[in-house]
Antibody, heavy 122, light 106 residues
């Protein structure tokens, strides 16, 4: 069973950069899966941030694209999220997740990390 | 972006009840629709993918149906562990988007 675990600072200052790591265990990040970041706020609910494939290809939510970078480290089986120029609106629980894709190209998040709360405040 | 709506936003039910939650997409998403269950302080858990396929390990009392723009999640015989919030999510086009959720409580 694949397990994911987010880590990173729980407090980021406004205008700073949020940086999170997702460690993957029980499976390879080089498998035929996309790896995603999703966040959750009381106000906006669940919001997909973006995803990365082991080739390095990425897709992003256009609402965040200019501020988001997603990278991966195959040697350590982990992937990363950076979100720049953060404001209080970026305060959220951040989840990493694996996308499973069916033969007819339906993708769904079948494994999630427990989530990590990031607060943007001075 | 494809907008997802859900109804009702919350409902009260009893153990043993049959519960139906509706999800609507702002445009045709064929069967590119997933359902998740989330309990407080936990990550979402996939129940149904591709509108009607039951995820491995999920009880058969959960069923999904629909295609195009209108979808339903039905829980037949609500169990105590089913009290949670349920979300639909479209995977037809980027950005993937979620519904606002339906909270099922007693």
């Amino acid at each position: 069973q694949v397990q994911l675990q987010e880590s990173g600072p729980g407090l980021v200052k406004p205008s700073g950069t949020l940086s999170l790591t997702c460690a993957v265990s029980g499976g390879s990040i080089s498998s035929n899966n996309w790896w995603s970041w999703v966040r959750q706020t009381p106000g906006k609910g669940l919001e997909w941030i973006g995803e990365i494939y082991h080739s390095g290809s990425t897709n992003h939510n256009p609402s965040l694209k200019s501020r988001v970078t997603i990278l991966l480290d195959k040697s350590n089986n982990q992937f990363f999220l950076t979100l720049s120029s953060v404001t209080a609106a970026d305060t959220a629980v951040y989840f990493c997740a694996r996308t499973q894709t069916t033969s007819w190209n339906v993708g769904y998040f079948d494994n999630w990390g427990p989530g990590t709360l990031v607060i943007v405040s001075s | 972006d494809i907008q997802m709506t859900q109804s009702p936003s919350s409902l009260s039910a009893s153990v043993g009840d049959r519960v139906t939650i509706t999800c609507r997409a702002s445009q045709n998403i064929y069967s590119f629709l997933n359902w998740y269950q989330q309990k407080p302080g936990k990550a979402p858990k996939v129940l149904i993918y591709a509108a009607s396929s039951l995820q491995s390990g999920v009880p058969s009392r959960f069923t999904g149906s629909g295609s195009g723009t209108d979808f339903t999640l039905t829980i037949s015989g609500l169990q105590p562990e089913d009290f949670a919030t349920y979300y639909c999510q479209q995977c037809s086009s980027i950005p993937f988007t979620f519904g606002p959720g339906t909270k099922v409580d007693i």
